[in-house]
């Protein structure tokens, strides 16, 4: 496996040292013969003088072709288009499928829009233009235009001459959606069934109705759950009207899926674990805003027990379990959260109403604190012969894992209800909240029972 | 959208009264009309009874086509063979896709997979049993048998032929593999190429060579990271000998990807949030081992800070910032460790090598601690009006960040090493040990400066 990668990344550096080189014919044949992906990678490794030859080596049709494979930021790709002639940039754009051009151009600057659009076929630039309107993160956004569709009273060789028409312009023609003149979705066929039945079969005999589809303004996340319940490779995208408008591929429904999983564990560690900078005083940047906000948030836990230093002065032992009881209802919190957060990203159906859940922590909560707080009560008792310490501890405990517990699983609703993405942070924000409270508890608990454990 | 799930539940329980009230023909009208999936689910809510109606009044074929859309457990699914007679759980999964049968005939006690693999035709029976063979989580234990093979001498109207002989049972037809008589895999056509091409072209003359491919012993986080980055919608599987002995489809890459998304995860938050237990008592009692684990944990810092006390009852002050340095360390960590785990689960030319990671982490700690230090040193001088007391936080603090930074991002290297999953609760870990390190470090640098903050 190394070796082979070892091969690979020569190669890559041979290829790139054709264009150094400027041995024009060879750079086409050498590079040509790769994958699309492979094509991308060597690509993003060049500097810019290199990356302008490519432009001249390469037709505008082979450079999209290309650019369909890159898999860097869109922010980062759409500054290749400003290196290149603006009418060389539209026929890359052309030639792209129309949701990757709209995934990049939706981060180019107002002007050279204008100008690619205008150097655009007119058709192709509308639909740009309307795919650029689709909301972030629905399924609008996702789809591409480039579907097959046919009529139900075709019979399947005319179903598969038109595919074959369509087959060179078409992102995918495995499937082919059957619509009304009016461009209404009303089956699917697959091109297996086309291949399986005889020639002369009418569509209408042999489509799946009714079609599984989304609306054009649902949320990525039900489109990937939708893919993932029916295995599809591709899902159609219809309109308030039920009309065809296009369809979403099963790779762009993986980059979701590895979007939104990114999302959740970024949240749960504070930090974002994406983008992994190249040196470590940038990754420190990255980390810091998060690490000062937790400081601060953190000082407030730290006011609190301020507060009541004078009980501590008094009790030194009191001090030594604040850890302990901020630490397990910090991790009950947390466990609680990151099920309510899983429980959120699964699709609607599977979702119980929001009073029932909270009914439930709060009763896993009281499970898992009271014996929790056991434990804690048998362990301090004995390491420490005083058993009303432990009484305190292990009591302070379990309300503060009950507590918690709660706590993890209200906040990413309410957060959902206001529309807050609750998978953003809210990870060190419920350990915080979890701190504070478990502090409170503590502390009046053991004031309560004071006089058991002054200093001596 | 909440109505459209409402009929859609009413249509499921009008559906699951049918079989109730034992209207077989009606039943398999209703049933029968639905997708698989949404079949399968109904079946996963009935009871033993209702069960066994539909073993009666479905064909096994039936049956296994529904099942090769089950999303239950694999244990669970199991135990649904144990309720048919021998013959037709034999058809089932006669008639289901060899990966998946596999999947669930992993679980099978060994007398009842002898009776099944008896009643099975002797080819599939050796399909299957070699398929046990593979490891899990290798490419092997993913893949199925049903592909699509072609030869490079064949012209595309031959080759077209052939997929439509094998498009009923082949489980992804969109790819045929071209291989030598010998089974080797020297190319890849789609079913694209051959419906653009003129229908006597040889294959040889439009096959893609070389084949991206995978070893049959090839993990499956590789095995995905090769299906994003090439968007296939299947990937041949390759033994030593570069025969080709399976492929795998796009749905199960993302099964692997949910499944190790899930497991980093859950490794975070120290709790397992895949299977969501229905009743709370469940669910702490899934909780408890780990929050008990980590109250052991735990239990280390406490005995640790016990050991300062009368350091503590001097000074009460320092007991106000140990949950502030442990806490914020603990952030650094976590984050730390995140980044880490990410970076492991990517494919491996994307890893860098080892000490280089350490020696960046290390830097990164630096940057990030001496300004979070800074910060603290600030916050505490003015808010208690004494900066010595901010020195003694902020330096502890500083070094604490630093250390946990490292230990982030060595013990996932170290448990990656050694073979051991770094994503299983490495979160947890982490934190405990960050807490003892810090706790060590705070106690020792305010002992040196201990005159200064002593009870007045």
Redesign the interface.
């Known amino acids: ?2 070796d082979k ?1 070892m091969q690979n990344a020569n190669k890559n550096d041979q290829i790139a040292q054709l264009l150094s080189d400027q041995k024009a014919k060879l750079f086409r044949r050498e590079y040509l013969d790769l ?1 699309v ?1 492979e094509q991308a990678q060597i690509f993003s490794d060049l500097d810019r003088t290199l990356r302008s030859r490519v432009y001249r080596y390469l037709s505008a049709e082979e450079v999209g072709d290309m650019f369909d ?1 890159i ?1 860097e930021e869109p922010e980062d790709v759409v500054r290749y288009f400003k290196e290149m002639p603006v009418q060389y940039a539209a026929k890359v754009i052309d030639e792209m499928y129309t949701d990757n051009a709209v995934d990049i151009l939706a981060y180019a600057q107002n002007k050279d829009l204008t100008h690619y659009l205008l150097a655009l076929p007119e058709e192709r630039s509308a639909e740009i233009r309307e795919l650029l309107h689709y909301e972030d993160k629905t399924a609008g956004a996702l789809m591409t235009t480039e579907y097959v569709d046919i009529f139900a009273d075709q019979d399947i060789s005319s179903a ?1 001459k038109d ?2 028409e369509e ?2 312009d078409a992102e995918l ?2 499937y082919a959606y059957v619509v009304t003149n009016d461009n209404e979705l009303i089956g699917v066929v697959t ?2 069934d086309l ?2 039945n005889p020639e002369e079969t009418q569509i209408s005999e042999i489509m799946t109705e009714p079609v ?1 589809s989304v609306p054009v303004d649902e949320d990525q996340t039900e489109v990937a759950q939708k ?5 599809f ?1 591709a899902l159609p995208v219809i309109d308030y009207a039920n009309k065809l408008v296009g369809i979403i591929n ?2 762009d ?2 980059d979701v ?2 979007e939104e ?2 999302g ?3 949240g ?4 974002d ?2 983008e ?1 900078p190249e ?3 940038q ?3 990255k ?2 805003p ?3 906000i ?2 601060l948030m ?2 407030s ?3 609190l ?2 507060h009541y ?2 009980l ?2 008094q009790a ?2 009191l ?6 009881i ?3 209802a910090g ?2 919190g ?6 309510a957060i ?2 959120l990203s699964n699709s ?2 599977d979702r119980r109403s929001g009073l029932k859940t909270i009914f ?9 604190g009271v ?2 707080g056991l ?2 009560f048998l ?1 301090v008792g004995f ?1 420490k012969e005083n058993f009303i310490l432990g009484f305190v501890i292990g009591i302070s405990m379990s309300t503060a ?1 009950t507590v918690a517990t709660v706590a993890g699983s209200i906040i990413p609703l309410i957060m959902d209800k206001v529309g807050v993405d609750p998978a953003v942070a809210s ?2 924000f419920i ?1 915080t909240l979890s ?1 504070l409270t478990s ?1 409170l508890i503590y502390f009046n608990i053991a004031h309560l029972f004071l006089s058991f454990f002054l ?1 001596n």
């Open positions: 496996m190394a990668q994958h992906h494979a898999e598969i595919i074959r087959a060179a023609i495995y091109l297996r291949l399986t599984i893919v993932r319940d029916y295995n490779v099963v790779d429904v993986i899926i590895d999983n990114a959740e564990y970024s749960l560690a504070g930090v674990t994406e992994t040196n470590p005083f990754a420190s940047l980390r810091l998060w690490l000062l937790l400081l953190g000082m836990t730290t006011t027990i301020d230093e004078v501590i002065s030194s032992i001090a030594v379990f604040v850890s302990l901020t630490g397990t991790n009950a947390t466990q609680s959260l990151a099920v899983r429980g609607e159906e439930n922590e709060l009763l896993t909560g009281l499970f898992a014996t929790t434990a804690v362990l390491w894992i990870g060190p350990s701190d502090v200093n």
